[in-house]
């Protein structure tokens, strides 16, 4: 009898064990089940992420702005198959040139206009340009020998002027030729071959006493005039003259005589023309001594140019060449 009641709590025993195992596996399964069902859940969902990335790499790539709100949807603009027609060409900026467009269809700037709104002619002139009328006043001056700021040296013909300060222009107005006119219908031509400073203003001429007295009588002192640049049909040859003090390492060197006022005076060196600076005095320098002795290139403010070989080093002496400029 007691034997059997042993066997029976024995075997309550082992069913209570085989229970807790049984809701233990269960709850197991029940873990592993409902794991697998939420993964699958978020591998099914879009990945926010990686969306959102390509959108931003989009939005990068675009040419043009960006959409001005979030809601806003900008689409980019198509990309014609053919080059646009000249006519449908968009408008270029002022002062762009087409980078198509060859050198000889470019428009060139165009020439500033004269005091009187006459078209002025181009060309390498500075301020005394051609086919260009400027007013002025005439006053005269005791003239002497000749010589002047220009450096040319004595002269036996008196039709000569200092231009203004302005118009002087750092030598430039020296050798110009200029039709002088005064109100009661009187002219004279003279030759620039001086400066006259302050007071003597834009447009001013001081005229040789010789060459006033062509206009007005010197008791005058100072009348109106109009003046414009001359190429005039008779003239000698061109000479050149090298500076006091010209060596191979250092020389001035200056043109004389020429129809036509200078732009540019170049020496031949190694590397080719050497464009040289000019003084106010009327010498075109070399301060290195490059290119003295050796081939001149001289140009016009008309752009004709002239080269001068055989032209000995000799500070100081006026050597002749046998050529000239041609007239406008």
Not at 63 to 84: C, D, M, R
Not at 109 to 119: I, L, Q, V
Not at 300 to 308: F, P, Q, S
């Amino acid at each position: 009898m007691q034997e059997t009641r042993q066997a029976a709590r024995q075997r309550r025993r082992r069913g209570r064990g085989r229970g807790r195992r049984g809701r233990m596996v269960g709850a197991i399964t029940g873990l592993l089940v409902a794991g697998l069902l939420l993964c699958l859940a978020m591998t099914m969902q879009p990945d926010r992420k990686e969306s959102g990335g390509r959108a931003t790499a989009v939005v990068d790539a675009q040419e043009g702005p960006s959409p001005t709100s979030p809601g806003e949807f900008s689409a980019s603009p198509s990309v014609p198959s053919a080059p646009l027609s000249a006519s449908a060409r968009p408008p270029m900026p002022a002062g762009a040139t087409s980078p198509t467009a060859s050198p000889s269809t470019s428009a060139a700037p165009p020439a500033p206009a004269s005091p009187h709104g006459t078209p002025a002619t181009a060309s390498l002139a500075g301020r005394i340009r051609p086919e260009t009328t400027y007013q002025g006043v005439a006053t005269a001056y005791k003239a002497g020998v000749g010589d002047g700021a220009c450096s040319y040296g004595p002269s036996d013909d008196m039709m000569i002027a200092a231009m203004n300060t302005a118009d002087y222009e750092t030598s430039k107005a020296c050798g110009a030729h200029v039709v002088v006119r005064a109100a009661n219908g009187a002219s004279v031509t003279v030759r620039i071959t001086n400066e006259c400073p302050l007071p003597c203003g834009a447009g001013q001429l001081d005229l040789s006493e010789q060459a006033f007295a062509e206009l007005a009588p010197l008791s005058t002192g100072r009348i109106a005039i109009t003046w414009s640049l001359l190429s005039p049909d008779t003239a000698g040859t061109i000479s050149i003259r090298y500076k006091n003090g010209s060596s191979p390492y250092w020389c001035g060197i200056q043109a004389i005589g020429h129809r036509n006022p200078l732009a540019r005076l170049e020496v031949r060196t190694g590397d080719g023309w050497r464009r040289l600076a000019r003084t106010e005095y009327n010498y075109f320098l070399s301060p290195d001594g490059s290119g003295c002795g050796g081939a001149i290139r001289i140009t016009d403010i008309y752009g004709e140019r002239l080269t001068i070989d055989g032209i000995a080093l000799r500070p100081e002496a006026v050597q002749p060449t046998q050529i000239q400029f041609e007239p406008h």
